[in-house]
């Protein structure tokens, strides 16, 4: 046998080949003869591209971005509304309030040093709602006190002023609608009695009829108050009414004396007719006027009636 064309085999490759040179093969790594490692070399390498980590990130941070645009609270626009508002009631105070209590609420002095308007700075929103909203402000004339009158603003252009009010400084706010609405309860009608009787019957009557101060003022009658002005008003003390700030009387403890005065709205008269409440003021006038009249009259009749008898 011819020497060049004896054939051996081959360990690298397992395949035969010949001593005349030709080298043994090296395994092929071709795709051809291996599809299914070819693929997944292929997914491989565009999952290692070096783009992929940053398209991956701008994903992420674009879907976090827009669950966060939707969930977020809307601070911009509440924001914007309450300017807004502020604006409006700044525009009505110049027309309606400006002449005494300056531009910017900061008051105005007559010549002799007294307030012609006091400041509102601090004032709050709550003393606008109660002064406004009970028709006290603005007043119609000078006078030693405001009297309650009709109402000139609607309730939101009230709203707005207050909202203006309010910015020029720290203040009380209008109280939660939770603790100026009257209960039934007979506990807290009671516990609201209590305290009425307590801090307002000098001034106001024990049945919210009102009563007469020095200097020619007066406490009005608040037997048909509303919840919310009866609060407002021991929160801002108006006229000669004494401060009840919520640490000194709490919320649960004024909305207790709201309850107490409903509750005197519904209350039968075992006594008859009340003659306004207001104690023996009225009953000693009534009993000078009819019961003095009456026997007035009567002796004058009587004695009438003696001189034709004897004529």
Not at 72 to 78: G, L, M, Q, T, Y
Not at 124 to 138: I, S
Request: with cysteine.
């Amino acid at each position: 046998m011819n020497r060049l064309s004896r054939r051996s085999w081959c360990r690298t490759t397992g395949t035969s080949s010949t001593w005349c040179g030709s080298p043994c093969s090296r395994p092929s790594t071709s795709s051809s003869n291996d599809p299914e490692r070819g693929s997944v070399r292929f997914l491989s390498t565009r999952r290692r591209h070096p783009l992929a980590g940053l398209v991956v990130v701008l994903l992420g941070l674009t879907v976090l971005g827009g669950l966060y645009s939707l969930f977020a609270p809307r601070a911009a626009d509440a924001r914007s509304a309450e300017d807004d508002l502020v604006e409006q009631g700044r525009q009505l105070f110049l027309v309606g309030c400006a002449t005494c209590h300056g531009l910017n609420g900061e008051g105005l002095l007559t010549e002799r040093g007294t307030n012609y308007g006091p400041s509102l700075i601090g004032v709050g929103a709550a003393a606008v709602d109660f002064q406004v909203g009970t028709g006290r402000m603005p007043l119609a004339q000078n006078s030693v006190q405001a009297p309650k009158k009709p109402v000139v603003y609607n309730d939101a252009e009230i709203e707005a002023m207050a909202a203006f009010v309010a910015s020029l400084g720290p203040g009380p706010s209008i109280p939660d609608e939770e603790y100026t609405t009257a209960s039934t309860d007979p506990e807290l009608v009671s516990l609201g009695g209590e305290f009425f009787r307590t801090n307002c019957t000098a001034c106001h009557n024990s049945v919210g009829a009102g009563g007469a101060l020095p200097s020619g003022r007066y406490a009005p009658a608040i037997d048909d108050a509303e919840g919310v002005y009866v609060y407002e008003a021991m929160l801002t003390g108006p006229q000669q009414m004494p401060v009840f700030s919520d640490d000194v009387i709490t919320p649960e403890d004024k909305q207790a004396i709201i309850s107490y005065i409903a509750a005197l709205r519904d209350e039968p008269e075992y006594g008859g007719h009340p003659l306004g409440g207001l104690g023996p003021v009225s009953e000693g006038a009534a009993a000078w006027i009819i019961g003095m009249g009456s026997l007035v009259i009567a002796t004058v009749w009587i004695g009438t009636q003696g001189v034709r008898t004897r004529k």
